[in-house]
C-alpha cells in the first residue's frame, strides 16, 4: 500500500514538475520575445516599418492635405504681404525691399511645404540613426540559459506535492500576467507608430505656416512633436536596457516564486515605463 502511494505521488511530483518547468520556459521566452522585438520595431524608420501603410500615408498626404495646404499658405502669404506694407506707418515710409523680402519669406514657405515628406523622414532618419547607436552601447538579454533552468528543476524535484503544487498554480497565474503584459508592450510600441504615420499625413498643413512668424509657431511645435516621436524610440530602447539588466539580478535557482514575480514585476515596470516614454520625449523637448 505504501508503494502505491509512492508511485502516486512521484508520478504526480513529476507531473508538476513538468508543468512548472513548461510554465517557465513560456513565461522567459515570452518575455525575451517580446523585449527583443521591442528593440527591433522602435529602430525601423515609417518606410521601412509597413511600406503599403507608408505608400498610403504619403498618397493622402500629397493629394488631400496637401492642397488644402495651399490654400492656407496663399492666406498666409497675402495676410504677410499687408502687414508688411503697413507696418511703415501705413506707407508713409514705403520702401521696396520689402517687396523682396516678402518674395524671399514666401520662396523659402512653398520650398519647405513642397519638401514636406523629405523633411519629416529626415526627422526620423535622424532618430534611427541615434537609436542604432544607442543599441551598440544597450546590451543585455531577457533570456533564461539552459543550466538556470536545469538547477531549477533539480530544486523543484526536491520539494514536496503540496509545494509544488502551489508553485505550480502562481506560476500558472504569473505566465498568464506576463501574455497580458506582452500584449499591452505589443500595443505601445505599435501605438507609437501608428501616432507617426497619423502625424505624417497632416505634415503639409503646419509646414504651411512657417512664412508668418505669428503662425509658425504651429509648424515649430509640430517639429517639436515629431523629434519627440523619434527620440521616444530611444527611451524605450533605454527601458529596455535597464529591464535587461534588473533581469539579470534575478536569483532563478533558490528562491523560484520569489523570482517569478520578481520577473513580474519588473516586466510591469517596464510596461508602465514605456507607456510614460512619449510624455517624457514631448516633456524634454517642450512639445504639446
Not at 500500500?1 to 518547468?21: N, Q
Not at 518606410?47 to 493622402?60: R, T
Not at 498666409?76 to 506694407?85: G, R
Not at 516586466?267 to 508602465?272: D, K
Request: glycine share 6%; net charge negative.
Amino acid at each position: 500500500m505504501d508503494s502505491i502511494i509512492e508511485s502516486i505521488e512521484e508520478w504526480l511530483r513529476g507531473l508538476l514538475v513538468s508543468g512548472i518547468m513548461n510554465n517557465l520556459n513560456n513565461t522567459f521566452n515570452s518575455v525575451n520575445t517580446q523585449v527583443g522585438e521591442i528593440a527591433t520595431e522602435v529602430g525601423t524608420t515609417p518606410a521601412s516599418f509597413s511600406p503599403a501603410v507608408f505608400n498610403m500615408i504619403k498618397n493622402l498626404s500629397e493629394n488631400v492635405i496637401m492642397p488644402i495646404a495651399g490654400i492656407l499658405l496663399t492666406f498666409i502669404a497675402c495676410y504677410e504681404l499687408i502687414q508688411l506694407v503697413i507696418s511703415h506707418n501705413n506707407l508713409a515710409n514705403f520702401e521696396t525691399w520689402i517687396f523682396w523680402k516678402w518674395i524671399f519669406k514666401t520662396f523659402v514657405a512653398v520650398t519647405l511645404i513642397t519638401n514636406t515628406m523629405n523633411i519629416t523622414m529626415a526627422v526620423f532618419d535622424v532618430a534611427q540613426h541615434v537609436i542604432s547607436n544607442a543599441g551598440g552601447i544597450i546590451s543585455g538579454s531577457t533570456a533564461i540559459d539552459a543550466s538556470t533552468l536545469a538547477s531549477m528543476e533539480s530544486t523543484l524535484e526536491a520539494m514536496e506535492v503540496p509545494e509544488l503544487l502551489s508553485i505550480f498554480l502562481q506560476s500558472f497565474i504569473v505566465q498568464f500576467l506576463i501574455y497580458l503584459l506582452s500584449a499591452l508592450i505589443f500595443v505601445i510600441v505599435y501605438a507609437r507608430m501608428i501616432e507617426i504615420y497619423l502625424m505624417v499625413s497632416l505634415a503639409p498643413i503646419p509646414f504651411a505656416t512657417f512664412g508668418n512668424r505669428e503662425q509658425s509657431m504651429i509648424g515649430q511645435n509640430y517639429l517639436r512633436s515629431l523629434f519627440a516621436l523619434g527620440f521616444q524610440g530611444f527611451l524605450i530602447m533605454v527601458c529596455v536596457g535597464i529591464y535587461a539588466v534588473l533581469i539579470q539580478s534575478v536569483a532563478f535557482t533558490t528562491d523560484i516564486i520569489g523570482s517569478l514575480w520578481g520577473v513580474m514585476g519588473y516586466t510591469v515596470l517596464l510596461a508602465f515605463t514605456l507607456f510614460k516614454t512619449g510624455a517624457v520625449a514631448k516633456s524634454v523637448l517642450h512639445a504639446h
